[in-house]
């Protein structure tokens, strides 16, 4: 099955699980998992945070790549954000874009490719325990992060 057409399916697959996911309130268009427990709220850090045992365990901070172009205008601010996600074990940052459009000046006409190149090479060094992930789509960004979660979940 070719994953990057418009049309791509992705079954989430299984009985609905009893983990339970955290929407933050201020997230505009949230992702949706159909086969957990939502509900939204407001966050102390990042959009999407998983609980278990009342307690967040894992935490995830979803980056569009406008999102991304503006934050980094003040790099330090955005930073720091990032450092408040170091409380936890599990923490994502994910793309629903490729790495490529980033660096692509079609795509991103605000920024020299070799700048946006430095500034995820820069964050990727300053935060090793952070991950960082680029999807082709908002779409195959959504399930990776319910099946990252639920892995979490069974743990």
């Known amino acids: 099955m070719k994953m990057r057409g418009a049309g791509a399916y992705i079954p989430q697959g299984g009985k609905k699980e009893q983990m339970e996911i955290i929407i933050d309130q201020r997230e505009r268009y949230p992702y949706k998992f159909a086969n957990a427990l939502t509900k939204r709220e407001n966050l102390p850090v990042g959009d999407y945070a998983l609980i278990k045992d009342k307690k967040i365990i894992a ?13 980094i205008r003040g790099y330090d601010i955005f930073k720091s954000s990032l450092e408040e996600l170091k409380q936890y074990k599990y923490k994502v940052v994910i793309f629903d874009s490729p790495y490529s459009d980033f660096i692509n000046p079609k795509k991103n006409p605000f920024y020299r490719p070799s700048y946006i190149a430095d500034i995820l090479a820069d964050l990727s060094i300053n935060f090793p325990d952070l991950q960082f992930t680029f999807f ?7 399930e990776w992060l319910y099946r990252w ?3 979490i979940w069974k743990i």
Do not use: S
């Open 136 to 142: 082709e789509n908002r779409k195959l960004a959504n």
């Open 59 to 71: 935490v995830a901070e979803k980056k569009t790549m406008d999102n991304f172009l503006h934050e």
């Open 149 to 151: 979660f639920k892995r």
